[in-house]
């Protein structure tokens, strides 16, 4: 079981929408990919849908839990020495009926848990693995709702905690250069998943394309950035 030759990566939320086709995509491209999802049996039926395209790998993490991440990191190590491509893709948009004036405290935490602390702690939990990686990537999935132009008071806690995952995308990037761990920002589009709805214009594998190629292909001399259809975008 143990993998020690092709590429590894982690897909948060890689159960459904734009994680599953990040997760296919990777898996076209050869690479061993780690299915997280909240429940173990939606990470089984998801990897089970992928099997034929190569290794797949399911395992139980909700990224708002401390003890599941250490389960889940648990569980890696039984099967890879090392990782190479955390995606931090597992996200919510939870702002119906509030805006910046309304919304409750309850709320801001756990959209700021799930889409800004929940990244932070899994980039700590596994930077160990990350850094015996020869070409370790962060790909954070961030949104244009984070961009400073892009914000919404009707979209409040989904926007601050985008445009903080941002921050920490830079903040990460700063902190780990040293160590040749290139960590980047990205928004998919206007994406047709349960989140962005069946009027989006983009299919889940159009929004998972430029992570899969920060993840394969961009120059590792790009680090700290925010990217939209492979180009940089401004924060
Ligand atoms: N769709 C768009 O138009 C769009 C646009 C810009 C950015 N994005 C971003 O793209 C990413 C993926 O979005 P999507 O459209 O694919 O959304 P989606 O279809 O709603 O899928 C969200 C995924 O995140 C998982 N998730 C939610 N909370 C979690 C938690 N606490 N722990 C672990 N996993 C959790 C969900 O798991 P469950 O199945 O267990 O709920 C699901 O796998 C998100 O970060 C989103 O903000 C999407």
């Known amino acids: 079981m143990e993998i020690k030759h092709s590429k590894i990566a982690l897909v948060?939320?890689?159960?459904?929408?734009?994680?599953?086709?990040?997760?296919?995509?990777?898996?076209?491209?050869?690479y061993q990919v780690i299915i997280t999802a909240r429940s173990l049996d939606k990470a089984k039926e998801a990897a089970e849908k992928l099997q034929s395209l190569?290794?797949?790998?399911?395992?139980?993490?909700?990224?708002?839990?401390d003890d599941s991440i250490v389960r889940a990191l648990q569980t890696v190590?039984?099967?890879?020495?090392?990782?190479?491509?955390?995606?931090?893709?597992?996200?919510?948009?939870?702002?119906?009926?509030?805006?910046?004036?309304?919304?409750?405290?309850?709320?801001?935490?756990?959209?700021?848990?799930?889409?800004?602390?929940?990244?932070?702690?899994?980039?700590?939990?596994?930077?160990p693995l990350l850094e015996k990686s020869q070409d370790a990537r962060i790909i954070n999935v961030s949104s244009g709702y984070g961009e400073i132009n892009g914000l919404s008071a009707d979209v409040p806690s989904y926007c601050l905690s985008k445009l903080a995952l941002n921050g920490a995308t830079i903040m990460l990037a700063d902190a780990l250069q040293s160590q040749g761990i290139v960590v980047n920002s990205m928004c998919p589009g206007w994406v047709r998943t349960d989140m962005g709805g069946s009027s989006a214009p983009r299919t889940p594998e159009q929004g998972a394309d430029t992570a899969i190629w920060l993840a394969t292909e961009a120059p590792r001399s790009e680090t700290g950035k925010f990217w939209r259809d492979r180009k940089i975008i401004s924060y």
């Open 12 to 30: 948060t939320g890689g159960n459904r929408g734009i994680g599953f086709a990040i997760a296919q995509g990777l898996l076209a491209k050869g």
């Open 54 to 65: 190569g290794k797949v790998i399911p395992i139980e993490l909700d990224v708002t839990d």
């Open 77 to 127: 190590r039984q099967n890879s020495d090392r990782l190479d491509i955390l995606i931090n893709n597992a996200g919510i948009y939870p702002d119906k009926g509030v805006n910046i004036l309304t919304i409750d405290r309850k709320l801001l935490d756990l959209t700021f848990n799930t889409n800004t602390f929940g990244a932070i702690r899994i980039v700590q939990a596994f930077l």
